[in-house]
């Protein structure tokens, strides 16, 4: 059953009621949260729960993408669904109870169901949802290239109840969700009649923004720590005697000298900023690929798959960073325009590399 079907089984004839107009735009507002939250539960997460996972379920009891981990595609969707259903029907039942015997702007009933619902249940499971949404979609570009899930995924989104959406714009529902309850909420509160009412909903609508702004740190955190890690997967850290070909180190001693591990060294910096650029080495240009971190500068080279970067030297750091910028005339004259020049210094101020580096536009090169 769709929003739709369902919406029309539902009488919502008494709001065309001749009662106080203040009335009337309040159970107007309830109503809205009402049909929104049908929408959502039957158009979204409904489809997610009955056309994808319990197809996914269905193939790999066939033993077909039997490797597929259906958590780190949806979550705890049927924690969501259950939360969505039961808000439903208990929101629908106080409706009907204000249709029956009418309450000015649904009563007790409403307010203690909204702070119940949303301090008990609601917050709680999108948050969990959210935090997982980042590495959702991850998991799934990783999954994209394989033929057997490709074809998964274009069955599933043929049916009709996804109505031409794709997997991809079923799984952000619930973020959108989230934060669409403060203005749905907010909407019902400008129409209550007394100010404790009033006040109470207003709770309601900052336990919803609470959650919200703790999940956007959250969210921005496991954002960069999926970046860093996708980072740290691609690059090669090469051992001090391939890095410098004068370093001699005899076989049976490399083992002493343990190459820099990458996880220790990216893996709690904040990524800022990433940009591809041109190297002038030994008077050639050779293609890099820049990681500016919190702390200090990554220059890589790119390889020719293109699936991996060498580091090229060791992270310079920004407190010994200088930036020289090459002028236009210079530039000109070198054959080297859009370029700069990044020096690394030593605690003594002694520059120990340079690099010049060239950009694609002069706009890049300002960035």
């Not at 994209?144 to 490709?150: L, P, V």
């Not at 720590?225 to 370093?247: G, I």
């Not at 990524?271 to 080495?281: A, D, I, S």
Request: a positive charge; hydrophobic letters at 40%; proline letters at 3%.
């Amino acid at each position: 059953m769709t929003s739709l079907e369902f919406l029309r089984d539902c009488d919502s004839s008494q709001l065309k009621s001749d009662s106080d107009p203040q009335d009337y735009k309040r159970h107007e507002a309830i109503w809205e949260l009402f049909t929104s939250e049908c929408v959502y539960f039957l158009d979204q997460l409904m489809v997610l729960k009955e056309v994808f996972l319990a197809m996914l379920t269905n193939l790999q009891m066939r033993d077909c993408l039997h490797d597929v981990d259906s958590w780190r595609l949806f979550a705890n969707l049927n924690e969501l669904c259950l939360v969505s259903f039961g808000f439903l029907t208990s929101l629908l039942r106080v409706i009907k109870e204000s249709w029956e015997i009418p309450v000015a702007g649904g009563g007790p009933n409403l307010l203690k169901l909204l702070t119940k619902a949303f301090r008990e249940s609601i917050c709680h499971c999108l948050q969990k949802y959210c935090l997982n949404y980042s590495a959702a979609l991850f998991y799934l570009d990783s999954l994209k290239n394989r033929e057997d899930f490709g074809s998964y995924v274009k069955w599933c989104e043929r049916n009709q109840e996804c109505r031409r959406l794709q997997l991809r714009d079923l799984l952000v529902a619930p973020l959108q969700r989230l934060t669409r309850y403060p203005l749905l909420l907010k909407n019902v509160g400008k129409r209550s009649r007394t100010e404790e009412e009033e006040n109470a909903l207003q709770s309601v609508v900052e336990q919803v923004d609470t959650s919200i702004c703790d999940l956007e740190g959250k969210v921005k955190w496991l954002d960069n720590y999926q970046k860093v890690k996708q980072l740290r997967d691609s690059l090669v850290w090469l051992p001090v005697w391939e890095r410098d070909k004068q370093a001699f180190v005899p076989e049976n001693l490399k083992h002493l000298l343990k190459s820099a591990s990458l996880e220790n060294l990216i893996s709690h910096r904040s990524l800022l900023h990433k940009g591809k650029l041109v190297l002038t080495e030994n008077g050639k240009l050779q293609n890099v690929y820049l990681f500016l971190f919190d702390e200090f500068l990554l220059i890589t080279k790119i390889k020719r798959n293109k699936k991996k970067s060498t580091v090229l030297d060791q992270p310079v750091s920004l407190d010994r960073l200088q930036l020289k910028n090459i002028d236009q005339l210079n530039a000109a004259a070198s054959g080297l325009p859009q370029s700069f020049i990044i020096m690394h210094q030593n605690r003594y101020q002694q520059c120990i590399a340079a690099f010049i580096l060239q950009a694609p536009t002069e706009a890049v090169k300002v960035q």
